[in-house]
Protein backbone atom coordinates (compact mmCIF):
# COMPACT_ATOMS: atom_id res chain seq x y z
CA UNK A 1 0.00 0.00 0.00
CA UNK A 2 2.52 2.35 0.94
CA UNK A 3 4.50 1.69 -2.30
CA UNK A 4 1.48 2.17 -4.41
CA UNK A 5 1.44 5.26 -3.06
CA UNK A 6 4.91 6.70 -3.03
CA UNK A 7 4.23 5.76 -6.66
CA UNK A 8 1.37 7.54 -7.43
CA UNK A 9 3.19 10.81 -5.68
CA UNK A 10 6.35 9.98 -7.68
CA UNK A 11 4.67 10.42 -10.84
CA UNK A 12 2.47 13.39 -10.06
CA UNK A 13 5.79 14.79 -9.09
CA UNK A 14 6.98 14.07 -12.37
CA UNK A 15 4.43 15.01 -14.13
CA UNK A 16 4.17 18.53 -12.32
CA UNK A 17 7.80 18.92 -13.17
CA UNK A 18 7.60 18.01 -17.14
CA UNK A 19 4.54 20.67 -16.89
CA UNK A 20 6.41 23.40 -15.11
CA UNK A 21 9.39 22.55 -18.07
CA UNK A 22 6.79 24.57 -20.54
CA UNK A 23 7.06 27.96 -21.84
CA UNK A 24 5.27 30.74 -22.93
CA UNK A 25 4.45 29.83 -26.89
CA UNK A 26 4.05 26.36 -26.26
CA UNK A 27 0.87 24.31 -26.92
CA UNK A 28 -0.97 23.59 -23.52
CA UNK A 29 -3.59 21.40 -22.04
CA UNK A 30 -7.30 23.37 -21.89
CA UNK A 31 -8.31 22.27 -18.95
CA UNK A 32 -4.85 21.91 -16.98
CA UNK A 33 -2.49 24.04 -18.54
CA UNK A 34 0.68 24.98 -16.58
CA UNK A 35 4.09 26.40 -17.27
CA UNK A 36 6.50 28.70 -15.70
CA UNK A 37 5.45 32.85 -15.71
CA UNK A 38 7.18 34.81 -18.35
CA UNK A 39 6.66 38.15 -16.48
CA UNK A 40 5.76 37.29 -12.73
CA UNK A 41 3.83 40.41 -11.67
CA UNK A 42 3.86 43.81 -13.43
CA UNK A 43 6.61 46.12 -13.34
CA UNK A 44 6.07 49.80 -11.23
CA UNK A 45 6.26 52.77 -12.44
CA UNK A 46 5.85 55.23 -9.38
CA UNK A 47 5.43 58.74 -10.58
CA UNK A 48 3.43 60.14 -7.58
CA UNK A 49 4.80 62.62 -5.04
CA UNK A 50 6.21 65.20 -7.66
CA UNK A 51 5.69 68.06 -5.83
CA UNK A 52 3.31 69.51 -8.92
CA UNK A 53 5.57 68.04 -11.66
CA UNK A 54 3.51 64.78 -11.88
CA UNK A 55 2.52 65.95 -15.55
CA UNK A 56 5.73 66.22 -16.61
CA UNK A 57 7.17 63.38 -15.02
CA UNK A 58 4.32 61.49 -16.89
CA UNK A 59 5.01 63.35 -20.45
CA UNK A 60 8.96 62.44 -20.10
CA UNK A 61 8.64 58.73 -19.01
CA UNK A 62 5.79 57.79 -21.76
CA UNK A 63 7.85 59.20 -24.69
CA UNK A 64 10.54 56.67 -24.03
CA UNK A 65 7.90 53.55 -24.71
CA UNK A 66 7.22 52.37 -28.15
CA UNK A 67 4.61 53.22 -29.87
CA UNK A 68 2.78 51.77 -33.26
CA UNK A 69 2.92 53.60 -36.81
CA UNK A 70 0.02 54.85 -37.96
CA UNK A 71 -2.16 54.57 -41.05
CA UNK A 72 -2.55 57.80 -42.80
CA UNK A 73 -6.47 57.57 -42.62
CA UNK A 74 -5.98 56.97 -38.98
CA UNK A 75 -3.73 60.05 -38.49
CA UNK A 76 -6.85 61.61 -39.93
CA UNK A 77 -9.01 60.48 -37.72
CA UNK A 78 -7.19 61.26 -34.53
CA UNK A 79 -6.71 64.86 -36.63
CA UNK A 80 -10.46 65.35 -35.90
CA UNK A 81 -10.41 63.80 -32.18
CA UNK A 82 -7.58 66.43 -30.36
CA UNK A 83 -10.11 68.98 -29.62
CA UNK A 84 -12.70 66.69 -28.37
CA UNK A 85 -10.10 64.66 -26.22
CA UNK A 86 -9.55 68.23 -24.82
CA UNK A 87 -13.05 68.89 -24.10
CA UNK A 88 -13.40 65.82 -22.01
CA UNK A 89 -10.10 65.19 -20.90
CA UNK A 90 -7.92 68.80 -20.83
CA UNK A 91 -5.51 67.35 -18.57
CA UNK A 92 -4.39 64.59 -20.28
CA UNK A 93 -4.57 66.33 -23.22
CA UNK A 94 -2.05 68.79 -21.89
CA UNK A 95 0.03 66.31 -21.04
CA UNK A 96 -0.36 64.28 -24.25
CA UNK A 97 1.12 68.03 -26.06
CA UNK A 98 3.90 67.97 -24.11
CA UNK A 99 5.04 64.40 -24.92
CA UNK A 100 4.31 65.29 -28.82
CA UNK A 101 7.03 68.58 -28.10
CA UNK A 102 9.26 66.02 -26.34
CA UNK A 103 9.19 63.59 -28.87
CA UNK A 104 9.19 65.78 -31.78
CA UNK A 105 5.85 64.99 -33.92
CA UNK A 106 2.37 66.36 -33.82
CA UNK A 107 0.08 64.96 -30.92
CA UNK A 108 -2.66 63.52 -33.40
CA UNK A 109 0.53 61.45 -33.95
CA UNK A 110 0.36 60.27 -30.80
CA UNK A 111 -3.75 59.61 -30.71
CA UNK A 112 -3.32 57.99 -33.58
CA UNK A 113 -0.61 55.34 -32.10
CA UNK A 114 -2.77 54.86 -29.77
CA UNK A 115 -5.87 53.61 -31.97
CA UNK A 116 -3.95 52.14 -34.40
CA UNK A 117 -4.55 48.39 -33.25
CA UNK A 118 -8.32 48.33 -32.91
CA UNK A 119 -8.77 50.44 -36.56
CA UNK A 120 -6.41 47.67 -37.94
CA UNK A 121 -8.54 44.35 -36.44
CA UNK A 122 -11.94 46.22 -37.05
CA UNK A 123 -10.87 47.20 -40.81
CA UNK A 124 -10.22 42.97 -41.06
CA UNK A 125 -14.10 42.62 -39.54
CA UNK A 126 -15.42 44.81 -42.17
CA UNK A 127 -13.68 43.07 -45.17
CA UNK A 128 -14.62 39.45 -43.82
CA UNK A 129 -17.20 38.02 -45.72
CA UNK A 130 -17.19 34.34 -44.98
CA UNK A 131 -17.70 32.80 -41.30
CA UNK A 132 -14.37 31.42 -41.38
CA UNK A 133 -12.67 35.00 -42.07
CA UNK A 134 -14.75 36.37 -39.96
CA UNK A 135 -13.74 34.38 -37.32
CA UNK A 136 -9.97 34.86 -38.28
CA UNK A 137 -10.76 38.46 -37.72
CA UNK A 138 -12.58 38.14 -34.96
CA UNK A 139 -9.51 36.57 -33.31
CA UNK A 140 -7.47 39.29 -33.32
CA UNK A 141 -9.62 41.40 -30.89
CA UNK A 142 -8.40 42.63 -27.53
CA UNK A 143 -9.53 43.25 -24.41
CA UNK A 144 -11.57 40.05 -24.58
CA UNK A 145 -13.63 40.23 -21.06
CA UNK A 146 -14.84 42.42 -18.38
CA UNK A 147 -16.74 42.30 -15.24
CA UNK A 148 -17.97 44.51 -12.77
CA UNK A 149 -19.62 43.72 -9.49
CA UNK A 150 -22.09 45.79 -8.62
CA UNK A 151 -22.16 47.88 -4.86
CA UNK A 152 -18.77 46.52 -4.79
CA UNK A 153 -16.10 49.48 -6.46
CA UNK A 154 -14.86 46.24 -8.29
CA UNK A 155 -14.13 45.80 -11.84
CA UNK A 156 -11.87 43.52 -13.66
CA UNK A 157 -10.91 42.46 -16.97
CA UNK A 158 -8.71 39.57 -18.69
CA UNK A 159 -6.60 41.13 -21.64
CA UNK A 160 -6.43 38.97 -24.44
CA UNK A 161 -3.84 39.64 -27.69
CA UNK A 162 -1.79 37.53 -29.59
CA UNK A 163 1.22 35.58 -27.83
CA UNK A 164 3.79 38.31 -29.54
CA UNK A 165 2.17 40.86 -27.12
CA UNK A 166 2.94 39.00 -24.38
CA UNK A 167 6.60 37.88 -25.39
CA UNK A 168 7.80 41.05 -26.47
CA UNK A 169 5.71 43.91 -24.41
CA UNK A 170 6.09 43.75 -20.56
CA UNK A 171 3.26 44.55 -18.53
CA UNK A 172 3.84 47.92 -16.85
CA UNK A 173 1.66 50.10 -14.22
CA UNK A 174 1.99 53.74 -13.59
CA UNK A 175 0.62 55.30 -10.93
CA UNK A 176 0.47 59.55 -10.09
CA UNK A 177 -0.84 60.43 -7.27
CA UNK A 178 -4.46 60.50 -8.87
CA UNK A 179 -4.37 57.42 -11.22
CA UNK A 180 -2.69 54.08 -11.16
CA UNK A 181 -2.86 53.12 -15.36
CA UNK A 182 -1.27 50.51 -17.83
CA UNK A 183 0.52 52.44 -20.50
CA UNK A 184 -0.08 51.34 -23.97
CA UNK A 185 1.59 52.87 -27.11
CA UNK A 186 2.66 55.63 -24.95
CA UNK A 187 -1.23 56.35 -23.80
CA UNK A 188 -3.17 56.26 -21.14
CA UNK A 189 -5.46 52.73 -21.33
CA UNK A 190 -6.63 50.60 -18.28
CA UNK A 191 -7.19 51.98 -15.30
CA UNK A 192 -8.54 53.50 -12.14
CA UNK A 193 -8.75 57.11 -10.36
CA UNK A 194 -9.69 57.98 -6.92
CA UNK A 195 -13.33 57.21 -7.86
CA UNK A 196 -13.72 55.40 -10.90
CA UNK A 197 -11.84 52.15 -12.77
CA UNK A 198 -12.24 51.38 -15.96
CA UNK A 199 -11.32 48.49 -18.49
CA UNK A 200 -12.45 48.03 -21.88
CA UNK A 201 -13.76 45.66 -24.81
CA UNK A 202 -13.81 46.23 -28.44
CA UNK A 203 -16.79 45.18 -30.19
CA UNK A 204 -15.81 46.55 -33.58
CA UNK A 205 -18.68 47.16 -36.77
CA UNK A 206 -20.58 43.82 -35.93
CA UNK A 207 -21.64 45.81 -32.62
CA UNK A 208 -21.73 50.01 -33.93
CA UNK A 209 -21.14 51.96 -37.03
CA UNK A 210 -17.39 52.93 -37.93
CA UNK A 211 -16.21 56.60 -37.92
CA UNK A 212 -14.64 58.24 -41.19
CA UNK A 213 -13.12 61.22 -41.80
CA UNK A 214 -16.36 63.23 -41.84
CA UNK A 215 -16.99 62.41 -38.43
CA UNK A 216 -16.58 65.36 -36.01
CA UNK A 217 -17.50 64.21 -32.62
CA UNK A 218 -14.39 61.72 -32.03
CA UNK A 219 -12.63 60.83 -29.28
CA UNK A 220 -9.51 58.82 -28.82
CA UNK A 221 -9.62 55.55 -26.98
CA UNK A 222 -6.95 56.85 -24.09
CA UNK A 223 -8.38 60.13 -23.69
CA UNK A 224 -11.81 58.07 -23.06
CA UNK A 225 -9.66 56.04 -20.44
CA UNK A 226 -8.81 60.03 -18.71
CA UNK A 227 -11.77 60.75 -18.72
CA UNK A 228 -13.12 58.29 -16.92
CA UNK A 229 -10.37 58.09 -14.40
CA UNK A 230 -10.75 61.54 -14.01
CA UNK A 231 -14.43 61.63 -12.92
CA UNK A 232 -15.85 61.75 -9.60
CA UNK A 233 -18.67 58.61 -10.65
CA UNK A 234 -19.59 56.89 -13.30
CA UNK A 235 -22.50 59.08 -13.61
CA UNK A 236 -20.20 62.15 -14.35
CA UNK A 237 -17.91 59.57 -16.45
CA UNK A 238 -20.91 58.92 -18.73
CA UNK A 239 -22.20 62.38 -18.89
CA UNK A 240 -18.51 63.42 -19.84
CA UNK A 241 -18.41 61.07 -22.99
CA UNK A 242 -22.59 60.81 -24.08
CA UNK A 243 -21.89 62.94 -26.75
CA UNK A 244 -18.99 61.48 -28.32
CA UNK A 245 -18.03 58.58 -30.33
CA UNK A 246 -14.77 56.53 -30.30
CA UNK A 247 -13.66 55.80 -34.32
CA UNK A 248 -14.24 52.15 -33.63
CA UNK A 249 -17.35 50.50 -31.60
CA UNK A 250 -16.16 50.09 -28.20
CA UNK A 251 -16.94 49.52 -24.37
CA UNK A 252 -15.73 50.72 -21.21
CA UNK A 253 -16.61 48.91 -18.12
CA UNK A 254 -16.68 50.73 -15.02
CA UNK A 255 -17.43 50.73 -11.63
CA UNK A 256 -16.64 53.60 -8.85
CA UNK A 257 -16.49 53.86 -4.88
CA UNK A 258 -19.97 54.83 -4.40
CA UNK A 259 -20.67 51.01 -6.02
CA UNK A 260 -22.56 52.21 -9.32
CA UNK A 261 -21.08 50.18 -12.07
CA UNK A 262 -22.19 49.99 -15.84
CA UNK A 263 -20.97 49.67 -19.72
CA UNK A 264 -20.47 52.61 -21.40
CA UNK A 265 -20.95 51.45 -25.24
CA UNK A 266 -19.65 53.70 -27.48
CA UNK A 267 -19.79 54.15 -31.19
CA UNK A 268 -21.24 56.23 -33.84
CA UNK A 269 -24.91 55.21 -33.79
CA UNK A 270 -25.01 56.05 -29.64
CA UNK A 271 -22.97 55.94 -26.82
CA UNK A 272 -25.46 54.18 -24.02
CA UNK A 273 -24.78 53.01 -20.48
CA UNK A 274 -25.66 49.36 -19.57
CA UNK A 275 -26.02 48.36 -15.87
CA UNK A 276 -26.89 44.88 -14.40
CA UNK A 277 -28.50 43.31 -11.31
CA UNK A 278 -25.48 41.55 -9.95
CA UNK A 279 -22.99 43.72 -11.96
CA UNK A 280 -22.42 43.56 -15.56
CA UNK A 281 -20.25 40.65 -17.55
CA UNK A 282 -19.05 41.75 -21.19
CA UNK A 283 -16.87 40.65 -24.32
CA UNK A 284 -16.50 41.59 -27.89
CA UNK A 285 -20.24 42.40 -28.73
CA UNK A 286 -23.44 44.43 -27.66
CA UNK A 287 -27.03 42.61 -27.23
CA UNK A 288 -27.99 43.86 -30.32
CA UNK A 289 -25.30 41.99 -32.44
CA UNK A 290 -26.01 39.36 -30.62
CA UNK A 291 -29.54 39.22 -31.51
CA UNK A 292 -28.56 39.79 -34.85
CA UNK A 293 -26.31 36.77 -35.14
CA UNK A 294 -28.91 34.45 -33.86
CA UNK A 295 -31.12 35.19 -36.37
CA UNK A 296 -29.22 33.62 -39.24
CA UNK A 297 -27.21 30.73 -37.41
CA UNK A 298 -27.53 28.92 -33.89
CA UNK A 299 -25.54 30.02 -30.59
CA UNK A 300 -23.16 27.32 -31.10
CA UNK A 301 -21.97 28.20 -34.69
CA UNK A 302 -21.97 32.10 -33.49
CA UNK A 303 -20.11 31.81 -30.58
CA UNK A 304 -17.62 29.72 -32.61
CA UNK A 305 -17.66 31.51 -35.55
CA UNK A 306 -17.27 35.18 -33.06
CA UNK A 307 -14.48 33.46 -30.86
CA UNK A 308 -15.71 32.37 -27.63
CA UNK A 309 -17.69 35.74 -27.22
CA UNK A 310 -20.85 34.94 -26.62
CA UNK A 311 -19.93 32.01 -23.96
CA UNK A 312 -16.95 34.52 -22.43
CA UNK A 313 -20.21 37.25 -21.58
CA UNK A 314 -22.36 34.22 -20.53
CA UNK A 315 -20.03 33.03 -18.08
CA UNK A 316 -18.78 36.85 -16.77
CA UNK A 317 -22.63 37.64 -16.05
CA UNK A 318 -23.52 34.36 -14.65
CA UNK A 319 -20.59 34.97 -12.17
CA UNK A 320 -21.15 38.42 -11.19
CA UNK A 321 -25.11 37.48 -10.82
CA UNK A 322 -24.28 34.62 -8.66
CA UNK A 323 -21.25 35.01 -6.61
CA UNK A 324 -21.45 35.27 -2.91
CA UNK A 325 -18.21 36.56 -3.39
CA UNK A 326 -18.26 39.90 -4.99
CA UNK A 327 -14.66 40.58 -3.64
CA UNK A 328 -11.49 41.09 -5.41
CA UNK A 329 -10.42 37.33 -4.37
CA UNK A 330 -13.83 36.33 -6.37
CA UNK A 331 -12.49 38.43 -9.28
CA UNK A 332 -9.20 36.46 -9.24
CA UNK A 333 -11.07 33.21 -8.94
CA UNK A 334 -13.18 34.14 -12.39
CA UNK A 335 -10.25 35.25 -14.35
CA UNK A 336 -8.45 31.92 -13.95
CA UNK A 337 -11.63 30.11 -15.45
CA UNK A 338 -12.39 28.53 -19.16
CA UNK A 339 -13.54 30.34 -21.35
CA UNK A 340 -12.71 33.91 -19.77
CA UNK A 341 -9.90 32.69 -19.73
CA UNK A 342 -7.31 31.44 -22.40
CA UNK A 343 -4.31 29.50 -23.15
CA UNK A 344 -2.39 28.71 -25.96
CA UNK A 345 -4.02 25.53 -26.85
CA UNK A 346 -5.48 26.47 -30.59
CA UNK A 347 -4.88 29.73 -31.82
CA UNK A 348 -1.49 32.06 -30.91
CA UNK A 349 -4.45 33.98 -29.06
CA UNK A 350 -4.19 34.19 -25.13
CA UNK A 351 -4.44 36.17 -22.22
CA UNK A 352 -1.39 38.24 -21.81
CA UNK A 353 -2.41 40.10 -18.20
CA UNK A 354 -5.34 40.57 -16.53
CA UNK A 355 -6.13 43.85 -13.53
CA UNK A 356 -8.74 44.57 -11.07
CA UNK A 357 -9.28 47.60 -9.84
CA UNK A 358 -10.95 47.96 -6.65
CA UNK A 359 -12.03 51.73 -6.02
CA UNK A 360 -13.53 51.43 -3.00
CA UNK A 361 -10.07 50.58 -1.24
CA UNK A 362 -8.01 52.38 -3.94
CA UNK A 363 -6.27 49.34 -5.15
CA UNK A 364 -5.00 48.00 -7.98
CA UNK A 365 -4.21 44.52 -9.16
CA UNK A 366 -1.63 43.46 -12.30
CA UNK A 367 -0.45 40.43 -13.54
CA UNK A 368 2.44 40.33 -15.51
CA UNK A 369 1.12 37.55 -17.28
CA UNK A 370 -1.79 34.97 -17.33
CA UNK A 371 -2.93 35.02 -13.82
CA UNK A 372 -2.84 31.22 -13.62
CA UNK A 373 1.22 31.70 -14.03
CA UNK A 374 1.97 34.92 -12.35
CA UNK A 375 1.26 36.92 -9.21
CA UNK A 376 -0.81 40.25 -8.91
CA UNK A 377 1.43 43.40 -8.22
CA UNK A 378 -0.70 45.25 -6.25
CA UNK A 379 -0.70 48.83 -6.10
CA UNK A 380 -2.61 51.35 -3.98
CA UNK A 381 -3.16 55.21 -3.33
Not at 103 to 122: I, P
Not at 236 to 258: G, Q, R
Not at 327 to 334: F, L, P, R, S, W
Amino acid sequence: MKKSILTVVTLALLSTHALADMKAGDKLDYYQPQRAAHQNGAELIDLSGQSGQSAEALAQTLAKFDRLTPDAEVLTLAKNAVANNQAIAPKYAAMMERQAEIRGVEVHELYAAALQMDWSVNKSIMQANTKQTLSEAATKMRGCTTLAFADTGIVAQNNDLGIDHLLNYPTRVIKTDDTIFIPTDGSHFQGMGKHVGVVLNIMGEPSGTTADINTKNIVTIDAVFAAITSSTSVEDAFNKLKHYTTPVAMNFTVADDSGDHGAIEMSVDATVLVRGDGGIGHANHNAKMKQTMLETMSMTEANETFVDSFAREQAAQNFVDFSKEKTVQGMKYILKQKPINITLYDKDFVTVESMIFDTKQGCAYVSGDNPLFSEYTKVCF
